[in-house]
């Protein structure tokens, strides 16, 4: 250990003879289950820290392997991968893609690793807790994860109880989107429940679900026709958290009658349904659904600008513009910086009965050259050849056909829009194309998912976040709405 501290420190200060601007620095790792401490050595570029990645593997007990084909280094620990791409602010971790702020680089032939992807992006892959604290550069690795142990529920006259057991007590939050859906928010958690979903089947709860969300666990619970209120606490020996659902409104917070969206089907998470097929024959209302949120930022658009902040606004701008223009219901998926999953976005938009499904995001590519407005729908099972990395989050489902009686439709208002940006701008940079993306394939409605433009492109880049080129895009969206209404309203009256 100490012959390799020597070693690293002289690779830094080497490093720093070459890197004139650079500074070094070293923060402690430390162990909270018996194995002692350890230090690390940074060096400080541009005001970003970074890490030798010979370091983070041995401190963290990685394995790693280089993936010539897609030019990432891999890191794996017990059985779990995430990826390193130098120069690119992007790590894949089981499938999923997550940013972060500043990318690998090597620096004088050695591959550093900022310090926001060991804080950051290692957590997803190592099974330990870990915190950093800033001011006493200590990077703590905690005892073992959080265990979801089991998965109970009781059914009673009036309201019906459902009991997460932990192994040990945790902070959680509870996110309302009533009266679909309640989301218990918990830290990243480990879980193998034989009863995952759990079907409970009574007035008030159809089903609870446990899934990972970027980094998070979230338990979903799929509210009942006769839900009125609810009310949640946590009980230690063992540690539980328990929710009580009612169907009467005395028994915690009741369900806001207001934003009752209509149901549809017999269930709401479109994982456990059959989609009924519906025929749209006009449009009476619209789901916009603005891409990531919460923890999940998408790509790094500036020092403190995300690519969810962007989908966001354009999102709030469209509902605006749709409803002024069209006269019609709009819903967003989410209406502040929340967590949400492919699953959830899906779910909430077939529970609202809109009549279309529009899915806002920012792309990005390997390649500088590559720009323009794209708008997606869902490949056809097998015959994806598509370069869009939000295609990595596609995991196969119960619903993989859900879509499929909408992809005419779905194309048809890709062509719409894609149609009304060429001729609003006179150009050819929009395009249709297909992509095995997940927010698309359970929705029961015409869905489109849309890219905005190219973050990795100069252009695009510059565009993207101006007032002007939002506007533009609100507009040729809402523009190929109309001429899809038009549509389907000529259609049906055939
Ligand atoms: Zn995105």
């Known amino acids: 250990m100490v012959y390799t501290r020597l070693k690293l420190g002289i690779v830094l200060i080497l490093l720093l003879g070459f890197v004139p601007s650079s500074q070094a620095n070293t923060l402690e790792l430390v162990f ?61 971790v089981e499938r999923r893609s997550y940013s972060f702020k ?46 979801i142990a089991s998965l109970q529920h009781a059914v009673y006259t009036d309201y019906t109880r459902i009991v997460i057991q932990t192994n040990k007590s945790i902070a959680y939050k509870v996110v309302e989107k009533l009266p679909a859906l309640l989301i218990l928010d918990l830290p990243e958690a ?43 606490f946590a009980l230690n020996d063992p540690p539980r958290i328990v929710i009580d659902v009612y169907s009467t409104p005395g028994g915690g917070n009741t369900a806001r009658k207001e934003e009752k969206p209509p149901l549809v089907g017999e269930s709401l998470n479109p994982l456990d349904i059959l989609p009924k097929a519906r025929t749209p024959t006009t449009v009476r209302a619209v789901i916009i659904d603005p891409g990531h949120g919460g923890r999940d930022n998408g790509i790094a658009l500036g020092p403190d600008l995300w690519e969810k902040d962007i989908t966001l606004t354009v999102a709030q701008k469209l509902s605006e513009s749709i409803r002024r223009r069209l006269g019609v219901r709009v819903i967003l998926t989410r209406n502040a910086n929340e967590n949400l999953s492919p699953v959830e976005r899906t779910t909430l ?39 869009n990395p939000e295609a990595l989050l596609v995991k196969a489902s119960a619903l993989d056909h859900a879509q499929e009686t909408y992809l005419d439709k779905s194309e048809r208002l ?34 489109v998912q849309i890219e905005m433009g190219y973050f990795s492109n100069p252009v695009d880049k510059e565009k993207i976040t101006q007032e ?15 001429n899809f209404k038009r549509y389907l309203e000529q259609v049906s009256l055939n």
């Not at 804080?119 to 330990?128: A, E």
């Not at 809109?354 to 869902?378: C, K, W």
């Not at 533009?472 to 190929?480: A, C, P, Q």
């Open 349 to 387: 938009a077939n529970s609202t009965k809109a009549d279309l499904f529009i899915s806002l995001h920012v792309n990005n590519s390997f390649s500088p050259n590559t720009r323009g407005f794209e708008v997606y729908t869902l490949d056809a099972p097998g015959t994806s050849d598509n370069t």
């Open 190 to 232: 480990s879980f193998i429940l034989p009863n995952n979903p759990l079907q409970v089947g009574s007035n008030v709860v159809k089903t609870v679900k446990v899934i990972n969300s970027y980094g998070t666990t979230q338990v979903l619970i799929n509210l009942g026709e006769q839900f009125a209120s609810y009310n949640h």
């Open 414 to 447: 890709a062509n719409y829009i894609v149609t009304a940006y060429n001729e609003e701008t006179k150009s050819k940079d929009a395009r249709s194309k297909r992509a095995p993306l997940l927010v698309l394939k359970g929705a029961i409605m015409p869905a």
């Open 32 to 92: 909270e289950d018996g194995r002692s401490r350890n230090t690390l050595y940074t060096l400080s570029e541009g005001g970003v820290e970074y890490i030798p990645l010979n370091q983070v593997v041995q401190a963290f007990n990685l394995s790693r392997n280089w993936d010539s084909l897609n030019g990432m280094i891999l890191l794996s620990y017990r059985g779990r991968t995430a990826s390193i791409t130098p120069d690119q602010p992007i790590a894949i």
């Open 102 to 147: 500043n990318s690998p680089k090597y620096i004088e032939g050695i591959l550093m690793i900022p310090l926001d992807y060991v804080i950051n992006i290692l957590p997803l892959l190592y099974d330990k807790e870990m915190s950093w604290d800033s001011s006493r550069r200590v990077l703590r690795i905690g005892s073992s994860r959080i265990e």
């Open 468 to 482: 002007d080129f939002q506007k533009l895009i609100v507009k040729v969206i809402t523009d190929g709405i109309i």
